[in-house]
């Protein structure tokens, strides 16, 4: 009896442990065993579908730049500034940080996927705005 | 450049796929979503214009240089000390006459040809002449060859040596590839003039002219027609848009 009731005790500990272990087993947050990228929030209103986004920016992104180089067609937000002004990330120097910062909007992204980019060789990485508020993960 | 059929049928497709919806379904779990929707009104070039430039050589003296310091102030070209490699979109060459010892003064830059030997020799279709004259560089494909270098007679272009920062928005540009006047392309199209013939009127003497050479009514074709305006090396048979009076 005495034996039965100490197994059903470690069972209860044990399902108390489980259930402790999903509740703070989320992947997003900081104690999580598999580090996960921290994206920065942007400033704007949403004005893309991030999930379509995600998969095509870089698409659209060269789909852009040939019809702009090419046919001079340059339109107000979808251009890399657009990208840029609406992601920006705030500095200590209260100045938004170029792809030199580990913390640049790009480079969060492109660092956990360890692709190589090589668009801020040649282009501004920072906003020609001054970035007023947010930015921060 | 003419335009391309290929792109304009498709962008009439994207068009006509924009007017349907949103986004198009062809085929299950795949959407065409029309990109071009937002952009389906924007001016793009067209051949019905070409841009050129007319320099009053005599209006220019030496010791002014705005036209060559408003170039490298909005392109961000950095000087490291090196003449003979910095880059140099736009220069002031000296011109002497033999016999009499007359000097001249005149800025020289990319003369956007409408034959240019650049593209003519470019292996990978990084320089190219847009619809509307402007001859530019393709940075995403050029290679850093300097063929274009060597082709030019006018020895405009220059090739970036040196790893770039602080780099304007409207004029990307980085080690390895070459480089050279754009007419201002950012301004133009935006129907600005060029940085340099703005600081000319400004800050020089007012010897640059910007505008449409196929319209008749423009400054600098009203000004080409009562003066006239020669080609430099006008021999090589090239038609560059930038012309010269008084040389």
């Keep these: 009896m005495i034996r039965r009731l100490s197994l059903r005790l470690s069972l209860m500990a044990l399902l108390a442990l489980l259930g402790a272990l999903m509740v703070s087993g989320n992947p997003a947050s900081a104690e999580s065993r598999v580090p996960f990228p921290r994206i920065p929030k942007a400033l704007g209103a949403t004005v893309h579908d991030g999930v379509a986004i995600r998969s095509e920016h870089m698409k659209r992104l060269f789909h852009q730049r040939d019809e702009t180089m090419r046919q001079g067609i340059r339109p107000k937000d979808e251009r890399l500034q657009g990208c840029l002004s609406c992601h920006a990330v705030k500095g200590e120097d209260g100045h938004a940080v170029n792809y030199e910062d580990p913390k640049h909007f790009c480079r969060v992204c492109h660092d956990y996927a360890a692709v190589k980019i090589d668009c801020f060789e040649c282009h501004a990485s920072t906003p020609d705005v001054e970035i007023s508020a947010g930015g921060t993960q | ?247």
């Design chain 2, 1 to 247: 450049m003419t335009e391309c059929p290929t792109s304009s049928s498709r962008r009439q497709f994207l068009n006509a796929a924009s007017v349907l919806g949103a986004g198009m379904v062809i085929a299950p779990g795949v959407t065409l979503h029309g990109i071009s929707e937002a952009k389906a009104g924007l001016p793009r070039v067209s051949s019905k214009v070409r841009w050129g430039l007319l320099v009053d050589a005599n209006k220019c003296t030496a010791e002014c240089t705005a036209c060559v310091s408003a170039c490298k102030i909005e392109h961000g070209l950095e000087g490291h000390g090196r003449v003979k490699t910095d880059a140099q979109w736009i220069r002031k060459v000296e011109l002497r006459d033999r016999g009499s010892g007359r000097t001249q003064s005149l800025p020289v830059m990319c003369q956007h040809c409408d034959e240019p030997p650049c593209v003519d020799v470019c292996p990978t279709g990084a320089s190219f002449k847009r619809a509307d004259g402007i001859v530019l560089v393709d940075k995403h494909t050029c290679i850093g060859c300097r063929y274009c270098m060597m082709a030019c007679p006018y020895k405009a272009r220059s090739f970036v040596h040196e790893v770039t920062t602080g780099q304007k928005s409207h004029s990307p540009r980085g080690k390895g590839t070459v480089e050279s006047c754009t007419f201002c392309v950012h301004r133009v199209d935006v129907g600005r003039q060029p940085a340099c013939v703005e600081a000319c009127h400004k800050d020089g003497k007012g010897a640059m002219t910007f505008g449409d050479l196929k319209d008749p009514n423009s400054d600098i074709s009203k000004k080409l027609v009562a003066h006239g305006g020669v080609r430099i090396r006008g021999d090589l048979g090239l038609d560059p848009g930038v012309r010269y009076q008084g040389v």
